[in-house]
């Protein structure tokens, strides 16, 4: 293998969660009393955190109001908690792909801007025979991506140089993570966003090309 520590992203990556995420922020805006958004609304709003997710969904005048968006996202978590696995499913070969790369001795883990409890759920849920060596989400008093702290940590947890990792995300912000941790990043084109034809960023269509993009 060329990497000695592949770090995934994990909405949009290893698990197509869009629908109950959706379900969860047009839950919250209904108890609010506020018109409901679509999902492809939602498609460009995740990948920046909950908070972010439900604050823009709010009706702009309202975005400010911390108190308002406060209120919105305890309703968001507490229905998200409940159907966090309702729809949620990993991309077509991901568990493959995952169990290819642990048998051939790559080090995994996980860098989500998705709460941490979520993420660890959803992980060990779907990938139960994968020793992650590190699951990082969204933690008080750490930052999000693109902050290249999370690459840090996934690199000390794992023991592997910086030369010797790389990142796969489906967004720019996971590209930007990348780059900001001094890491290449390789972007997959079934989540959420296309980075199709931007330069200087090698894109996998398939599970298969990924591997391929890994091992060579």
């Given at each position: 293998?060329?990497?000695k520590?592949?770090?995934?992203?994990?909405?949009?990556?290893?698990?197509?969660?869009?629908?109950?995420l959706?379900?969860?922020v047009?839950?919250?805006?209904?108890?609010?009393g506020?018109?409901?958004?679509?999902?492809?609304?939602?498609?460009?709003?995740?990948?920046?955190?909950?908070?972010?997710?439900?604050?823009?969904?709010?009706?702009?005048e309202m975005?400010?109001?911390?108190?308002?968006?406060?209120?919105?996202?305890?309703?968001?978590?507490?229905?998200?908690?409940?159907?966090?696995?309702?729809?949620?499913?990993?991309?077509p070969?991901?568990?493959?792909?995952?169990?290819?790369?642990?048998?051939?001795?790559?080090?995994?883990?996980?860098?989500?801007?998705?709460?941490?409890?979520?993420?660890?759920?959803?992980?060990?849920?779907?990938?139960?025979?994968?020793?992650?060596?590190?699951?990082?989400?969204?933690?008080?008093?750490?930052?999000?991506?693109p902050?290249?702290?999370?690459?840090?940590?996934?690199?000390?947890?794992?023991?592997?140089?910086?030369?010797?990792?790389?990142?796969?995300?489906?967004?720019?912000?996971?590209?930007?993570?990348?780059?900001?941790?001094?890491?290449?990043?390789?972007?997959?084109?079934?989540?959420?966003?296309?980075?199709?034809g931007?330069?200087?960023?090698?894109?996998?269509?398939t599970?298969?090309?990924?591997?391929?993009?890994?091992?060579?």
């Amino acid at each position: 293998m060329k990497y000695k520590l592949v770090i995934f992203d994990l909405d949009g990556t290893l698990l197509d969660t869009l629908e109950d995420l959706f379900e969860a922020v047009n839950h919250a805006l209904r108890k609010m009393g506020l018109p409901e958004k679509s999902l492809e609304s939602c498609r460009q709003r995740v990948g920046h955190g909950v908070r972010n997710l439900v604050q823009t969904s709010l009706p702009e005048e309202m975005q400010a109001d911390e108190a308002l968006v406060d209120t919105s996202l305890a309703e968001f978590k507490a229905y998200y908690t409940e159907h966090v696995d309702i729809h949620t499913h990993p991309y077509p070969g991901m568990q493959e792909l995952l169990g290819e790369l642990h048998r051939s001795g790559v080090k995994l883990a996980v860098a989500s801007n998705k709460f941490q409890e979520g993420t660890e759920y959803l992980v060990k849920k779907f990938f139960p025979g994968i020793p992650f060596v590190a699951i990082m989400g969204n933690r008080e008093g750490y930052p999000l991506k693109p902050d290249p702290g999370i690459v840090e940590e996934c690199l000390r947890s794992s023991g592997v140089s910086r030369a010797e990792a790389v990142m796969v995300g489906d967004s720019g912000t996971d590209m930007r993570t990348a780059a900001n941790g001094g890491i290449p990043g390789i972007a997959v084109d079934w989540g959420y966003r296309s980075l199709r034809g931007t330069p200087g960023i090698s894109i996998a269509c398939t599970a298969d090309e990924l591997l391929e993009s890994l091992c060579r």
